[in-house]
C-alpha cells in the first residue's frame, strides 16, 4: 500500500523547514561550521532531534531540545540554501508535485549573521537551485512566532509583503505558543496583510488552545487556513464558522498526536471533518522532528485513522484547493491530481 500512496501526486500545505533538515546534513553543518553538537553520529543525534508517536516526549522537549539543536543550522545563506534544496529533494522522492514550506526569518537569524532579508533570499535561492532537478513547484510562506518580539515580527510581515509575488512568496503565518499568547494580540501586524491582500494568512490555532483560539484567528487575524485547527471539534458554531467561510484546516496526524492536541490517531476529528465536508487536509508539519513523510501520514491515515481512499481522495483536493496559487492554478493542481486517487 505504502508504494501506491508514495506513488499518488501529493500537495502538501503545512511544513516547516527547520523540522525538515535532513539529519546527515545537521552534522555535515557542525563539521563545516565548527557550531558545538555534543554528538557526532547519526545514531546519536536521532533521539536528540527526533520524536515518535510512543516516545513520551512531548511538545516541551521539543521546543526546549529539538528546536534549540536545529537552529545551529543556518550559520550561512549557502547552509539554508542546501537545506532548502534537500527539503525539496526529498518531497520529490516522497510523491510531492506541490508544497508551502514557511519558515520564521527572525528565528533564523538567532546566531547574528544573517538579516531576514538573507534569510528568504538563501531559501529562495535553495528552492530555485531545486526546481532545476525536481519538478515540485513550492509556494514560500513567511512566518512569526508568538515568542518572538512584535517589533521584529512587524519586520518579517512588511518583508513579507515586499516579496508578495516573486520569486514565489505566497503566504504568512503565526506559530507558537497559542495558549500564552492568543491571536487578537497580534492584530495590528495582520491589518496591512489583509488590506493588501496578495498573500495567503495561516494561523496556528486549535492545537495547545482550544475553538476559541481558531475561531479569534479566523475573526482578527483574517486566516483563510488554520494550522492544526483539531480543537475546532470542540465547539459546533466554530465548526460552522470554518464551514460558511470554506476556512482549510492543515491538519498534521502525527503531530498532533505527540503534540497531545488528540488523544490518539483513532479519535482524531479529520475522518470526521472530511466526512462534515470541511476542507481538512493531510499534512506533516515537520517530517524530520516528527520521524515521518507525507507518504507515511497518508497510510496512517488509512490505516490507523480509518479514512477511506474516497476521502483521502477529498484530503488531496482539499489541499490542492486550499493553497495559497492564484485561483486558476489551484483548479488546475486539483484537477491534474484527481484522476490519479479515483485509479489507485
Ligand atoms: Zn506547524
Known amino acids: 500500500m505504502n508504494s501506491v500512496l508514495k506513488s499518488l501526486p501529493k500537495v502538501e500545505l503545512h511544513r516547516h523547514l527547520v523540522g525538515s533538515i535532513r539529519l546527515q546534513t545537521i552534522l555535515d553543518l557542525a563539521q563545516e561550521y565548527k557550531f558545538p553538537l555534543p554528538v557526532s553520529t547519526l545514531g546519536e543525534l536521532k533521539p536528540r532531534v527526533t520524536i515518535s508517536p510512543n516516545s513520551g516526549k512531548n511538545l516541551g522537549f521539543i521546543l526546549r531540545e529539538m528546536a ?24 520529490f522522492l516522497d510523491g510531492l508535485i506541490y508544497l508551502e514550506v514557511r519558515f520564521s526569518p527572525v528565528y533564523m537569524t538567532a546566531q547574528g549573521n544573517l538579516s531576514q532579508v538573507d534569510v528568504i533570499e538563501a531559501v529562495l535561492e535553495g528552492l530555485n537551485q531545486a526546481n532545476r532537478y525536481f519538478p515540485v513547484q513550492c509556494g514560500v510562506i513567511v512566518g512569526i512566532n508568538r515568542e518572538m518580539g512584535k517589533k521584529v515580527a512587524k519586520e518579517s510581515a512588511d518583508l513579507a509583503l515586499a516579496y508578495a509575488g516573486k520569486g514565489g512568496v505566497v503566504g504568512f503565518d503565526l506559530a507558537g505558543d497559542e495558549a500564552a499568547a492568543p491571536p487578537r494580540e497580534f492584530e495590528n501586524i495582520f491589518i496591512p496583510l489583509r488590506a493588501d491582500g496578495r498573500l495567503g494568512i495561516t494561523i496556528h490555532a486549535g492545537e495547545g488552545a482550544g475553538a476559541r483560539s481558531v475561531e479569534d484567528a479566523i475573526n482578527y487575524l483574517g486566516a483563510q487556513r488554520i494550522g492544526h485547527g483539531v480543537r475546532a471539534v470542540e465547539d459546533p458554531d466554530v465548526l460552522d464558522l470554518i464551514q460558511r467561510q470554506n476556512i482549510t484546516l492543515e491538519t ?18 479529520l475522518r470526521f471533518f472530511l466526512e462534515k465536508g470541511i476542507s481538512a487536509t493531510i499534512n506533516s508539519d515537520d517530517p524530520t522532528w516528527f520521524n515521518t513523510t507525507l ?42 491530481i484527481a484522476p490519479m486517487y479515483t485509479t489507485a
Open 295 to 336: 507518504t507515511n501520514e497518508y497510510s496512517n491515515a488509512i490505516d490507523k485513522m480509518n479514512i477511506s481512499l474516497q476521502d483521502l481522495a477529498k484530503a488531496a483536493q482539499n489541499a490542492a484547493l486550499g493553497s495559497f496559487l492564484p485561483l486558476e492554478e489551484r483548479l488546475a493542481l486539483a484537477d491534474k
Open 68 to 91: 534549540k539543536f536545529t537552529q545551529l543550522c543556518f550559520p550561512s545563506r549557502a547552509a539554508i540554501s542546501r537545506i532548502a534544496f534537500e527539503m525539496i529533494e526529498d518531497a
Open 252 to 269: 498534521c496526524p502525527t503531530s498532533n498526536v505527540i503534540t497531545g492536541a488528540v488523544q490518539s490517531f483513532a479519535t482524531h476529528p
